[in-house]
């Protein structure tokens, strides 16, 4: 496509599909947040089970179009090194801000992009036969964990000063094992990667990730959930598998890029996180998401499309 020609298409811009991914993301930490209150209707977070697997479409759509992988990897990465200091931080100097019913924000979705960009990279780098280069990018990232855990043991075997408080402190901030990521993690590598693979052929991409989605969510509860479980666990418990869903705007992608802020994005998802919990987590954190809910509809009705 012409870059200079600007053309009306139909479907869903790059831009379209993360501004209702973000509206998607917000109704489910609503939920997440303030469940406690029992106001707050389960099917927000039913909604927001499309948020991951959209931003995650885009991630891989951005690694695949963007003019300086490196750039756009180290400012995914940054941030959540960010984010990963600011947990680290409450399980460890700042146990004093945890909710009194002990919650409070573990969202690191940034630190699981963060390992797949590395692996996309090397798939990449493989694909243009640099072997070298693209095994590395690979294995590390997906066997990182392993030489890890090997560490946590021997600082347990000889009792190390501060061994694991070290260990833990690399692992949330810029040595990410998707392993140890409650948000995301194994799956958003899996599922990344399956959708790099298959992104020159929309439709068999978006069967190959809905068949991973239902594999994963559901499989493992089919398998271990208690006989005479009731059908409905899988919507007020195991809900997960709605992710699946997020292949239908994923089929309505119109591979081009629209048009809007994209810093927005990468200051909005720590803001949203970590705004709402402080100083008052209840009635002022509601309020706030209220209104990055109203940003994100006036600039998702205010933008026109335009090409890549």
């Known amino acids: 496509m012409n870059q200079t020609t600007i053309t009306k298409q139909r479907g869903l811009s790059d831009f ?8 998607c993301m917000i109704l489910d930490h609503i939920h997440y947040f303030f469940s406690f209150t029992g106001k707050i209707p389960l099917f927000f977070s039913w909604i927001g089970r499309l948020a991951a697997p959209l931003f995650l479409f885009c991630i891989v ?20 090194i960010f984010m990963g200091l600011v947990q680290f931080s409450f399980y460890n100097i700042a146990s004093g801000l945890v909710r009194p019913d002990g919650f409070f ?34 294995l590390i990232p997906v066997f990182l964990p392993f030489l890890l855990y090997g560490l946590f043991a021997v600082s347990e075997a000889f009792s190390i000063p501060y061994g694991n408080f070290l260990l833990n402190l690399l692992v949330y901030s810029v040595l990410p094992c998707h392993t140890a990521i ?17 992104h020159r052929h929309r439709r068999l991409q978006a069967g190959a990730f809905a068949l991973f989605v239902l594999a994963w969510d559901i499989l493992p509860v089919l398998l271990f959930m208690p006989a005479g479980t009731s059908a409905s666990f899988f919507f007020t418990d195991a809900y997960e598998w709605l992710e699946v869903f997020a292949v239908i705007p994923m089929l309505c992608y119109n591979g081009t890029r629209g048009h809007g802020s994209k810093k927005l994005f ?8 970590y705004v ?11 309020l706030i998401e209220m209104r990055f809910l109203w940003l994100t509809f006036s600039q998702l009705t205010m933008i026109p499309a335009s090409s890549r």
């Open 182 to 198: 409650i948000d995301g993690g194994t799956a958003t590598l899996l599922g990344g990667v399956i959708l790099y693979l298959t």
């Open 276 to 286: 709402p919990f402080v100083p008052d987590p209840l009635w002022n954190g509601f």
């Open 16 to 23: 379209a599909l993360k501004y209702f991914a973000m509206v």
């Open 266 to 273: 990468y200051w909005f998802y720590p803001t949203h996180i």
């Open 105 to 138: 924000p573990q969202n690191q979705m940034l630190a699981s992009f963060s390992v797949l960009l590395v692996v996309l990279w090397g798939i990449d780098r493989c694909q243009k036969k640099q072997w070298i280069r693209g095994l590395s990018a690979i």
């Open 61 to 80: 759509e951005g690694f695949l179009h963007t003019h300086d992988r490196k750039k756009y990897f180290l400012r995914i990465y940054a941030i959540a």
